[in-house]
């Protein structure tokens, strides 16, 4: 790595690689509540949503739909409860792949119901992309800020967390329990998520929620059809790989299991690295893995078992100005 590689430089590189796939890169301060050009609706930073391109999505996209069901769609995005973190996700990445459930009233009185579509998957670029470094949450008496946060609509979908390339100490298995801590200590930042992304700029690994260490895995090709090469870094190949707008959709939509493993317990698995890109693995290997049934089981790159009545407290592309900033 080059001499004097630090963290700050590796969140550089990182969203000069987001921005070139094409997300609009913020700094998370300037997003802040009541500033010009802030974003956040909540002074305290309690807030993970950002409502208004939730909100101007939803309207978006369904074009069809009166105010009050579009209205209904959004409420329901913000909150669902859930006896756990996992069980709160897999409700929410339903409502993010099937749309969510809605009623309104007709004009004659009558009750009617639809589908409100919260992400444009046959259409990537008809979605809102952003990146945000440094996103600060505050849950209880807990205050976290996050390197960068991916939000796709609105919605946070991505967690990335760095570690100092300098720092010998601070390697990629610290970035995972990092994540690991703030999945207890700001869980609500993860209740969307679909994707977690651990480096130390020179390893990189991605993992789903709550998943222990040993199911982070390297992502290995950029293109979906050959490995990338050594020269490529990890952190490039797992997002320009994974985070391409189309293959993250096809991720989020098809290749995100959760499974009933009876008793009340929850695993949840992400697909491995594809051989080719994700949409011809969908054409040439059958359906969706999520509704796929393999003769035998295979091995997702990140699984978590939530046991019954485990809850979370007991410790369980559009345009924009890009500025860095390093941490303080």
Same mark, same amino acid.
């Given at each position: 790595?080059?001499?004097?590689?630090?963290?700050?430089?590796?969140?550089?590189?990182?969203?000069?690689?987001?921005?070139?796939?094409?997300?609009?890169?913020?700094?998370?301060?300037?997003?802040?509540?009541?500033?010009?050009?802030?974003?956040?609706?909540?002074?305290?930073?309690?807030?993970?949503?950002?409502?208004?391109?939730?909100?101007?999505?939803?309207?978006?996209? +369904? $074009?069809?739909?009166?105010? #009050?069901? =579009?209205?209904? !769609?959004?409420?329901? /995005?913000?909150?669902?409860?859930?006896?756990?973190?996992?069980?709160?996700?897999?409700?929410?990445?339903?409502?993010?792949?099937?749309?969510?459930?809605?009623?309104?009233?007709?004009?004659?009185?009558?009750?009617?119901?639809?589908?409100?579509?919260?992400?444009?998957?046959?259409?990537?670029?008809?979605?809102?992309?952003?990146?945000?470094?440094?996103?600060?949450?505050?849950?209880?008496?807990?205050?976290?800020?996050?390197?960068?946060?991916?939000?796709?609509?609105?919605?946070?979908?991505?967690?990335?967390?760095?570690? +100092? $390339?300098?720092?010998?100490? #601070?390697? =990629?298995?610290? !970035?995972?329990?990092? /994540?690991?801590?703030?999945?207890?200590?700001?869980?609500?930042?993860?209740?969307?998520?679909?994707?977690?992304?651990?480096?130390?700029?020179?390893?990189?690994?991605?993992?789903?929620?709550?998943?222990?260490?040993?199911?982070?895995?390297?992502?290995?090709?950029?293109?979906?059809?050959?490995?990338?090469?050594?020269?490529?870094?990890?952190?490039?190949?797992?997002?320009?790989?994974?985070?391409?707008?189309?293959?993250?959709?096809?991720?989020?939509?098809?290749?995100?299991?959760?499974?009933?493993?009876?008793?009340?317990?929850?695993?949840?698995?992400?697909?491995?690295?594809?051989?080719?890109?994700?949409?011809?693995?969908?054409?040439?290997?059958?359906?969706?893995?999520?509704?796929?049934?393999?003769?035998?089981?295979?091995?997702?790159?990140?699984?978590?078992?939530?046991?019954?009545?485990?809850?979370?407290?007991?410790?369980?592309?559009?345009?924009?100005?890009?500025?860095?900033?390093?941490?303080?």
């Amino acid at each position: 790595m080059p001499a004097g590689f630090i963290e700050s430089d590796a969140e550089e590189a990182a969203l000069g690689w987001l921005e070139t796939l094409g997300y609009t890169v913020r700094h998370g301060p300037e997003i802040a509540y009541n500033i010009d050009g802030g974003e956040r609706t909540d002074p305290g930073y309690h807030d993970t949503i950002l409502q208004n391109r939730l909100h101007r999505a939803l309207t978006r996209l +369904n $074009p069809g739909l009166p105010t #009050a069901a =579009v209205f209904d !769609a959004y409420r329901k /995005l913000l909150r669902v409860e859930a006896p756990n973190l996992l069980a709160r996700n897999r409700a929410l990445h339903r409502m993010v792949v099937d749309g969510v459930n809605v009623e309104y009233t007709r004009s004659d009185g009558s009750i009617a119901g639809a589908q409100a579509q919260v992400i444009d998957f046959e259409r990537p670029e008809q979605n809102d992309w952003l990146a945000v470094n440094q996103f600060t949450v505050v849950e209880g008496q807990q205050s976290r800020r996050a390197d960068i946060v991916i939000f796709v609509n609105g919605l946070p979908l991505g967690v990335i967390e760095l570690k +100092n $390339p300098a720092d010998e100490d #601070a390697t =990629v298995w610290k !970035a995972i329990e990092q /994540l690991e801590n703030y999945q207890t200590l700001i869980p609500a930042l993860f209740s969307h998520n679909a994707a977690l992304i651990a480096s130390d700029g020179v390893q990189a690994r991605i993992g789903a929620l709550g998943a222990g260490k040993e199911w982070f895995k390297p992502w290995r090709t950029i293109s979906g059809h050959d490995n990338a090469g050594p020269s490529f870094p990890e952190l490039q190949v797992v997002l320009s790989g994974a985070f391409q707008p189309r293959r993250f959709l096809d991720l989020v939509r098809h290749f995100i299991v959760f499974e009933d493993l009876g008793g009340g317990a929850l695993a949840k698995k992400i697909a491995g690295y594809p051989t080719r890109s994700m949409s011809q693995s969908r054409r040439h290997c059958g359906p969706p893995i999520s509704r796929w049934k393999p003769r035998r089981r295979p091995a997702p790159i990140s699984r978590v078992i939530t046991p019954a009545g485990n809850r979370e407290t007991s410790g369980s592309a559009s345009s924009g100005t890009r500025r860095v900033r390093a941490r303080a």
